[in-house]
């Protein structure tokens, strides 16, 4: 089975910066992997995915996150830079059971626990 596990969420203030790690297991290169946030009484939105010709950012992002993946660890990155208070949320990784391009969270099969982005 699929298993992701977020780290790299804390508090930071405005402006500072944090690197997210998901490291996943029982998953395949094809999988598509993605970062959302939730924040209370928000809706998830998708971040950024990485697919084959293009990286989705959410315009929100835009400019100050990157997301990268590293196959060969089998870990997926979210460098987070000029982090603002709204930025804060639970950061979730997520997987699709085939390759795809998306930022719907209703495409992904797989969720891992979150990790809390705080900036104040």
């Known amino acids: 089975d699929v298993q992701l596990v977020e780290s790299g969420g804390g508090s930071v203030q405005a402006g500072g910066s944090l690197r997210l790690s998901c490291a996943a297991s029982?998953?395949?290169?094809?999988?598509?992997l993605a970062w959302f946030r939730q924040a209370p009484g928000k809706e998830r939105e998708g971040v950024a995915t990485?697919?084959?010709?293009?990286?989705p950012y959410a315009d929100s992002v835009k400019g100050r996150f990157t997301v990268s993946r590293d196959n060969s660890k089998n870990t997926m990155y979210l460098q987070m830079n000029s982090l603002n208070p709204e930025d804060s949320a639970m950061y979730y990784c997520?997987?699709?059971?085939?390759?795809?391009?998306?930022?719907?969270?209703?495409?992904?099969?797989?969720w891992g626990q979150g990790t809390q982005v705080t900036v104040s």
């Open positions: 029982g998953y395949t290169t094809r999988m598509a």
């Open positions: 990485i697919c084959i010709l293009k990286t």
């Open positions: 997520a997987a699709m059971l085939q390759t795809g391009c998306s930022l719907r969270a209703s495409d992904y099969n797989y």
